[in-house]
């Protein structure tokens, strides 16, 4: 099973998970439900205002009670020896030392078990915690002929681009197809659902509908054809199109500047502009494929087979390169093999990326630090 996009939407308190087999033409929805107590917590953990279970257990036994911040502390009673049906043992009794109590069935586990001690670890264990009460629930959609290659998903839509050429838009809600565009000639390598936002803006400059509304989304799609798709789902259909001279292997888009940004195979990167559809910038990003492409604000992330991460600033339409791995510190110490990078996310200046290992990595671009395998 490949994991071929994450999507969190926080304002239905839902992670979506979208997986598909490695010769499968179908997407697997995997959604994590959270409760409003949930949200409540992980809202709080932001703050720092929530306790861990081994937390609140410490609390408890320094109080004497479980609602410790109501109640005040209480007085441990011991029984004395022989009482309750036991057995007193030899020797002079010492009524001002009386026996430990017995400890309680699961305590001595938890008491053995190692503690968070710094607020970083406090955080880990209160999400760990809290993800440890989710519910899930599994969808499989099935409509393409070929291995499904990129999700982009906003809201109750999801839109997938497949070996089979096509570019398809579902509705997670009903688990339903809704669309199915047809177009390019190659691979359909990257598909990018752009927001409300940015499809009103941009239909109103192709003259695309004379009232907008919700249903008439844009979507971008890229391909190994060599092109570039603008599509309407409310029309069904592409609207504009751009060659690229290039496999197209992963896009990315800068709402803020209106800027498609593309990858090839080749390791070139270009910039686009959505409006004239003119290349404003082309250069040679990566000596290997661009396999992912990110963006957040100003900045973009490029990654390729060859394990390199770089960012990108954007200043006046073109890209300038602000950091590359190369003196990567890894935390904790330890041996660091460069690996095709397969996947890729980027929030709050940290990277998050997949590779042919067996576990997630999280680098601070800013610091330099790489972290691995830190599950929740």
């Keep these: 099973m490949i994991v071929i996009g994450l999507h969190v939407r926080p304002e239905e308190s839902q992670a979506v998970l979208f997986t598909s ?32 279970e081994s937390e609140a257990a410490g609390d408890a036994d320094l109080e004497g009670t479980a609602d410790s911040t109501t109640q005040p502390a209480k007085t441990l009673k011991v029984a004395p020896a ?55 629930s599994v969808s499989l959609l099935k409509g393409h002929e070929d291995v499904v290659t990129s999700v982009s998903a906003d809201g109750s ?5 497949s070996r089979d050429t096509t570019v398809k838009v579902w509705d997670m809600k009903k688990a339903t197809e809704k669309r199915s565009l047809g177009g390019h000639t190659g691979t359909v390598t990257s598909v990018i659902l752009l927001s409300p936002d940015e499809s009103r803006r941009l239909s109103l400059l192709y003259d695309l509908f004379s009232d907008w509304s919700e249903k008439d989304r844009l979507v971008i ?6 092109s570039i798709r ?16 290039s496999s197209v292997q992963s896009l990315c888009y800068s709402e803020e500047e209106g ?81 095709p990078i397969l996947s890729l996310a980027y929030a709050n200046n940290k990277i998050y990326y997949g590779d042919d290992g067996t576990n997630i990595k999280v680098l601070d671009w800013k610091s330099g630090k790489l972290s691995c395998g830190h599950a929740i």
């Excluded at 799609?221 to 060599?226: A, E, I, L, P, R």
């Design 259 to 339: 800027l498609i940004i593309s990858g090839s195979d080749g390791g070139k990167i270009q910039v686009w502009d959505s409006e004239s559809r003119s290349n404003v910038q082309s250069i040679r990003g990566h000596n290997t494929s661009v396999t992912c492409l990110q963006v957040e604000g100003t900045h973009v992330v490029s990654v390729c087979e060859e394990g390199i991460v770089k960012v990108w600033e954007i200043r006046d339409q073109n890209l300038h390169v602000v950091y590359v791995n190369e003196s990567v510190k890894l935390d904790p110490p330890g041996p660091l093999k460069a690996r």
């Design 82 to 136: 022989g009482a309750e049906g036991e057995t007193p043992t030899a020797g002079p009794s010492t009524p001002t030392e009386p026996a430990a109590p017995a400890q309680k069935p699961g305590k001595t586990a938890a008491k053995d078990t190692p503690q968070p001690k710094t607020p970083e670890e406090k955080k880990q264990a209160r999400l760990r915690q809290m993800w440890r009460g989710l519910r899930f």
């Design 21 to 52: 087999e490695s010769r499968s033409s179908t997407t697997e929805t995997i959604q994590a439900e959270v409760s409003l107590e949930m949200k409540r917590q992980l809202e709080e953990t932001q703050n720092g205002d929530v306790q861990t």
């Design 157 to 161: 839509l999801l839109v997938t681009g």
């Design 221 to 226: 799609s890229g391909s190994t054809d060599c």
């Design 230 to 245: 603008l599509w309407s789902i409310g029309r069904g259909c592409d609207f504009r199109s751009i060659y690229t001279y």
